[in-house]
């Protein structure tokens, strides 16, 4: 396929990718981008010529690089040992074991090609195991372990694949040179990742201080500096082009007195481009590892001498066997590692975080780089020795790797006493989400962060309300109650995500009953006419009947209801220019009933909430909150009247968003001082603020 229509596809895949995920949330996108590919690959017959070289350059150099910038610094040197041992240590131990298993196991298989087929499955691949991360809640130890060898560990792995292959070719190997072009090519590419990225920070800094500071210059040069120091590391230093983006990915985000870092615009468009960026190479690697796949797998499937059942089996048992590989080394090093250490937080040895670990190891798109570079012939001029059969066992422990993953990691990690990251609340439900640290001080994850923040900048919005400006006050209000509420639901499963709605509509209920009872009042006093007590009630009791269909419709009828309300109100709007002074009568005394039936809401949940023992629950208080600035904000609209100044109005809403934006901004700084969250994550909460902001002022611009 061409190389402009293939990216074209690609990026079409990976949009559609992320529609799909949004509907099946409990797969992994990566998993869906996979299985896209695959069918595009079957029903168009289309495929992609994929070279290590050039899938290194163009994925792996910025995605790596990228890793190594979000690497969190302290857990990375406090990891920095069993990050290398297993890295290094554990990938040419699964190498060497793997590869007389294979040859067991297979004996038509070459001890060389078994070498070469474990050498390529050694390295966890560092896309999956983040696709896998955001599913499975992997304790956090155990997250950056494994995120912390995947940077290193293709380099070490490559270079076993590269040596195993050779002496399938040639017949000849040397344990000297490997081990002495191994030293080589890791410590000049570390040499290399940090002089190339000191060299280019300087340079940056220097054309910033020549007033050459230009935003997308900026971005565009932070952007290609992963290609430049890879490209320039494997052509003319023959070094680990791997290792040296990582390096020079961490030392770009430890240089805090770069100059770039006192220009908040170029450090914002950086970071979102970056988003950008990633957000498409993440796709395109999973469905480019999904066209591959029937590539990989055809020939053995078709070949009439090869049992495709037997192959299967092959699959299953290689990588069983490279699971235990992990679970038992994993167990080895924390048994010397607690023999060795004298800390009380010395990690006891555990089964089952081994498991964890060893089921955390997944493979994907090197290890499908790599194999696919298998030479057809080798020196003498013969076949390649079972070189279909080598693709296929490889194609299938990428899959199967990846499904283990995401049926039992999820299953291995709800126990609550997990390497002390999950926290067990009052009510003796855990929640894994509040970490301890070291120093015994809770720490808030980005979503507990990022709701406190909003509810301190709901608190300055309530406390800036005014009669003159209640209307966009309680606009504003909704607007984070809504954000806040989705942040809640995200990652509730779907039995505490029913409860909760149905938990809601009773509310709801409530509210409405307090509309009907006043309503009733209000038509035993004549105070309303039958004509509007008919439709009123009609109105309230749909309303209800909705209520009752709520475990059918679930949320989406929210939505549904949205759209529906806004279609009437157009029509009502286009009516209303044609409405006699009779009619125009009738519409202001509806809306007087509807401003008192939102204040008898009001009244009904503020009873509620003073007789019920069941309103400390947080979602409870966030509904019945919720709710209540939606009655306050309904009644100020039925407020408006014709001469209502929408420029005044806009007016407000730009000066108390910036409030809120100010409320954010300290929230945020407070929780940093206080160690309830980590430099790492003020900054992320910092450049979310920070965006918000510029939204804001662009917009009061235009």
């Given at each position: 396929?061409?190389?402009?229509?293939?990216?074209?596809?690609?990026?079409?895949?990976?949009?559609?990718?992320?529609?799909?995920?949004?509907?099946?949330?409990?797969?992994?996108?990566?998993?869906?981008?996979?299985?896209?590919?695959?069918?595009?690959?079957?029903?168009?017959?289309?495929?992609?010529?994929?070279?290590?070289?050039?899938?290194?350059?163009?994925?792996?150099?910025?995605?790596?690089?990228?890793?190594?910038?979000?690497?969190?610094?302290?857990?990375?040197?406090?990891?920095?040992?069993?990050?290398?041992?297993?890295?290094?240590?554990?990938?040419?131990?699964?190498?060497?074991?793997?590869?007389?298993?294979?040859?067991?196991?297979?004996?038509?298989?070459?001890?060389?090609?078994?070498?070469?087929?474990?050498?390529?499955?050694?390295?966890?691949?560092?896309?999956?195991?983040?696709?896998?991360?955001?599913?499975?809640?992997?304790?956090?130890?155990?997250?950056?372990?494994?995120?912390?060898?995947?940077?290193?560990?293709?380099?070490s792995g490559l270079i076993a694949f590269k040596y195993a292959i050779a002496a399938a070719v040639t017949g000849y190997f040397s344990f000297s040179e490997a081990f002495g072009?191994?030293?080589?090519?890791?410590?000049?590419?570390?040499?290399?990742?940090?002089?190339?990225?000191?060299?280019?920070?300087?340079?940056?800094?220097?054309?910033?201080?020549?007033?050459?500071?230009?935003?997308?210059?900026?971005?565009?040069?932070?952007?290609?500096?992963?290609?430049?120091?890879?490209?320039?590391?494997?052509?003319?230093?023959?070094?680990?082009?791997?290792?040296?983006?990582?390096?020079?990915?961490?030392?770009?985000?430890?240089?805090?007195?770069?100059?770039?870092?006192?220009?908040?615009?170029?450090?914002?468009?950086?970071?979102?481009?970056?988003?950008?960026?990633?957000?498409?190479?993440?796709?395109?690697?999973?469905?480019?590892?999904?066209?591959?796949?029937?590539?990989?797998?055809?020939?053995?499937?078709?070949?009439?001498?090869?049992?495709?059942?037997?192959?299967?089996?092959?699959?299953?048992?290689?990588?069983?066997?490279?699971?235990?590989?992990?679970?038992?080394?994993?167990?080895?090093?924390?048994?010397?590692?607690?023999?060795?250490?004298?800390?009380?937080?010395?990690?006891?040895?555990?089964?089952?975080?081994?498991?964890?670990?060893?089921?955390?190891?997944?493979?994907?798109?090197?290890?499908?780089?790599?194999?696919?570079?298998?030479?057809?012939?080798?020196?003498?001029?013969?076949?390649?020795?079972?070189?279909?059969?080598?693709?296929?066992?490889?194609?299938?422990?990428?899959?199967?790797?990846?499904?283990?993953?995401?049926?039992?990691?999820?299953?291995?990690?709800?126990?609550?006493?997990?390497?002390?990251?999950?926290?067990?609340?009052?009510?003796?439900?855990?929640?894994?989400?509040?970490?301890?640290?070291?120093?015994?001080?809770?720490?808030?994850?980005?979503?507990?962060?990022?709701?406190?923040?909003?509810?301190?900048?709901?608190?300055?919005?309530?406390?800036?309300?005014?009669?003159?400006?209640?209307?966009?006050?309680?606009?504003?209000?909704?607007?984070?109650?809504?954000?806040?509420?989705r942040l809640e639901f995200s990652d509730q499963d779907d039995e505490r995500l029913r409860q909760i709605v149905e938990e809601e509509a009773n509310i709801r209920r409530i509210?409405?009953?307090?509309?009907?009872?006043?309503?009733?009042?209000?038509?035993?006093?004549?105070?309303?006419?039958?004509?509007?007590?008919?439709?009123?009630?009609?109105?309230?009791?749909?309303?209800?009947?909705?209520?009752?269909?709520?475990?059918?419709?679930?949320?989406?009828?929210?939505?549904?209801?949205?759209?529906?309300?806004?279609?009437?109100?157009?029509?009502?709007?286009?009516?209303?220019?044609?409405?006699?002074?009779?009619?125009?009568?009738?519409?202001?005394?509806?809306?007087?009933?509807?401003?008192?039936?939102?204040?008898?809401?009001?009244?009904?949940?503020?009873?509620?909430?003073?007789?019920?023992?069941?309103?400390?629950?947080?979602?409870?208080?966030?509904?019945?909150?919720?709710?209540?600035?939606?009655?306050?904000?309904?009644?100020?609209?039925?407020?408006?009247?014709?001469?209502?100044?929408?420029?005044?109005?806009?007016?407000?809403?730009?000066?108390?968003?910036?409030?809120?934006?100010?409320?954010?901004?300290?929230?945020?700084?407070?929780?940093?001082?206080?160690?309830?969250?980590?430099?790492?994550?003020?900054?992320?909460?910092?450049?979310?603020?920070?965006?918000?902001?510029?939204?804001?002022?662009?917009?009061?611009?235009?």
């Amino acid at each position: 396929m061409p190389l402009l229509e293939s990216v074209i596809v690609l990026a079409a895949l990976v949009l559609l990718s992320n529609v799909i995920s949004h509907y099946l949330v409990s797969i992994p996108v990566g998993l869906i981008q996979i299985t896209l590919g695959f069918i595009v690959a079957l029903i168009f017959k289309i495929s992609i010529e994929l070279e290590t070289d050039w899938f290194l350059l163009l994925f792996i150099a910025p995605l790596l690089f990228n890793d190594g910038r979000k690497f969190p610094k302290r857990e990375l040197w406090k990891l920095r040992g069993a990050i290398f041992a297993n890295a290094i240590l554990l990938v040419f131990l699964t190498t060497v074991a793997g590869g007389f298993f294979i040859h067991f196991l297979i004996p038509k298989m070459p001890l060389a090609v078994g070498f070469a087929l474990a050498a390529i499955l050694s390295p966890t691949d560092p896309v999956a195991v983040q696709s896998i991360a955001e599913k499975a809640k992997l304790p956090r130890n155990i997250l950056n372990l494994v995120s912390g060898e995947s940077l290193i560990n293709d380099a070490s792995g490559l270079i076993a694949f590269k040596y195993a292959i050779a002496a399938a070719v040639t017949g000849y190997f040397s344990f000297s040179e490997a081990f002495g072009d191994f030293t080589y090519i890791a410590i000049v590419g570390f040499i290399s990742g940090a002089v190339l990225m000191l060299l280019i920070s300087t340079i940056r800094d220097f054309l910033m201080r020549q007033g050459i500071n230009d935003v997308v210059f900026n971005t565009i040069l932070q952007i290609l500096t992963p290609f430049i120091i890879f490209m320039f590391t494997e052509e003319f230093l023959h070094a680990s082009g791997v290792i040296s983006v990582v390096v020079a990915g961490v030392i770009s985000s430890t240089r805090k007195n770069s100059f770039a870092t006192y220009l908040p615009e170029i450090k914002l468009v950086t970071e979102k481009t970056w988003e950008i960026v990633v957000y498409l190479l993440n796709g395109f690697v999973f469905i480019i590892l999904g066209i591959e796949l029937p590539i990989a797998m055809s020939n053995t499937i078709e070949d009439n001498n090869s049992n495709t059942f037997s192959a299967i089996v092959d699959v299953v048992v290689v990588w069983l066997f490279l699971v235990l590989i992990r679970v038992i080394w994993t167990y080895v090093n924390m048994l010397f590692i607690s023999k060795k250490g004298k800390s009380k937080n010395t990690e006891t040895p555990s089964w089952r975080i081994s498991l964890i670990s060893g089921f955390s190891g997944v493979r994907g798109a090197i290890t499908m780089a790599g194999v696919l570079t298998v030479p057809m012939i080798i020196k003498s001029g013969d076949a390649f020795p079972e070189r279909s059969l080598m693709l296929f066992i490889a194609g299938g422990i990428i899959v199967l790797s990846l499904l283990a993953a995401i049926l039992i990691l999820p299953i291995l990690t709800k126990e609550k006493d997990i390497m002390k990251t999950n926290n067990e609340s009052s009510d003796g439900l855990v929640d894994d989400e509040i970490i301890i640290s070291e120093d015994g001080n809770t720490q808030f994850n980005e979503k507990q962060a990022r709701i406190y923040i909003m509810r301190v900048a709901i608190s300055r919005l309530e406390s800036e309300r005014r009669e003159s400006n209640q209307k966009v006050a309680y606009e504003l209000i909704l607007e984070y109650q809504f954000m806040i509420r989705r942040l809640e639901f995200s990652d509730q499963d779907d039995e505490r995500l029913r409860q909760i709605v149905e938990e809601e509509a009773n509310i709801r209920r409530i509210a409405l009953d307090g509309e009907l009872e006043a309503l009733d009042k209000m038509k035993l006093k004549n105070a309303i006419s039958d004509q509007n007590y008919a439709i009123i009630n009609k109105k309230i009791m749909k309303q209800k009947a909705k209520l009752s269909q709520i475990n059918n419709r679930k949320i989406s009828f929210v939505t549904v209801r949205n759209i529906k309300y806004a279609s009437r109100q157009i029509g009502k709007m286009a009516r209303r220019a044609f409405f006699s002074e009779t009619e125009l009568k009738k519409v202001y005394e509806r809306r007087n009933i509807e401003k008192a039936l939102a204040k008898a809401a009001i009244k009904a949940l503020s009873t509620y909430v003073k007789k019920s023992d069941d309103v400390n629950q947080q979602f409870n208080q966030q509904a019945i909150y919720h709710l209540i600035v939606y009655y306050r904000n309904r009644i100020e609209t039925l407020k408006l009247t014709k001469e209502f100044d929408r420029s005044e109005s806009e007016e407000q809403s730009y000066q108390l968003r910036l409030k809120a934006i100010a409320a954010e901004r300290t929230a945020m700084q407070e929780l940093m001082e206080q160690g309830y969250i980590t430099w790492s994550l003020a900054s992320r909460l910092r450049e979310y603020i920070n965006y918000s902001e510029n939204v804001i002022m662009l917009s009061e611009e235009d």
